[in-house]
């Protein structure tokens, strides 16, 4: 019997809210969440504007020894997990369950990584913060997902650029299919706004940068006259269940 699945949990944080019902009400009024970007200094760079996410607290679902050790990338997936786990009914996690998780992601740790080759060149080796090798790597987004929620199951990481999320949710639809889960949490992850990708972006001349002075009529992807994207961050999970499991 060919098996099927069911979306039965949804978690998020992003530029409108830091978790699903915060974002959908901000969908329904109608709220832009791109503005200036606040993380940096951008006075020497053309783009001055991001969807930045806005007062994130970790703590509200990590502890913040925990958190301390990630990379902002990170927090943003393990946040928006707990909350599609505890959405899905898996109140007390996932432990016990056949479970898997696949999260796509196009940096990595791009903020740790950064901060680290700031340390190695502006200071010494001997400077680079102590967690930067396990905040920057690209899998370990999933690693701390699986770790807080006690998944026992295949750990994936994909990063295929702009589908890395979609790409994601792809591969751990397919694993629910196959009968390898019954359960995964998929999506995608980002924390890239950052000096380097700001500017990285800039040099490729792939951002807008003529809509400063008015961030709310930024992003026009379908416009004619579009002249770039605008960078944002965040996290997106949902929970995948197969349908005779979910019921």
């Known amino acids: 019997m060919k098996r099927k699945v069911v979306v039965t949990g949804l978690g998020t944080v992003n530029p409108l809210g830091n978790c699903v019902n915060d974002f959908w009400q901000g969908l329904r009024d109608g709220r832009c969440g791109i503005g200036k970007i606040t993380k940096f200094d951008t006075s020497d760079l053309p ?52 479970a898997g998780v696949v999260l796509g992601n196009g940096f990595g740790g791009i903020a740790s990584t950064s901060e680290g080759f700031a340390k190695l060149f502006q ?16 899998n370990l987004g999933a690693g701390n997902i699986a770790i ?7 750990c994936l990481a994909v990063n295929t650029a702009c589908a ?7 591969n751990a639809l397919g694993l629910v299919l196959s009968g390898a889960v019954d359960v995964a949490l998929a999506g995608g992850a980002e924390a890239s706004i950052t000096k ?17 002075d008015n961030p709310e009529a930024a992003s026009r992807p379908f416009e004619k006259r579009r002249d770039g994207f605008v ?16 019921l």
Request: net charge negative.
């Open 231 to 246: 960078m944002g961050e965040g996290a997106g999970m949902l929970v995948l269940e197969e349908y005779e499991h979910a």
């Open 47 to 98: 783009v001055k504007i991001a969807a930045e996410v806005k007062n994130f607290e970790p703590s509200l679902h990590l502890d913040k020894k925990v958190a301390n050790r990630m990379d902002v990338y990170s927090q943003y997936a393990v946040c928006a997990s707990v909350e599609a786990a505890r959405d899905a009914g898996f109140d007390s996690g996932l432990d016990g369950i056949n």
């Open 196 to 212: 380097f990708c700001i500017g990285g972006f800039c040099m490729l001349q792939a951002l807008t940068a003529s809509h400063n």
């Open 164 to 170: 890395s999320g979609t790409d994601a949710i792809g």
């Open 123 to 138: 200071d010494s080796p001997h400077r680079i913060p102590i967690f930067t090798i396990p905040k920057m790597l690209s």
């Open 148 to 154: 807080e929620l006690g998944i026992h199951g295949p």
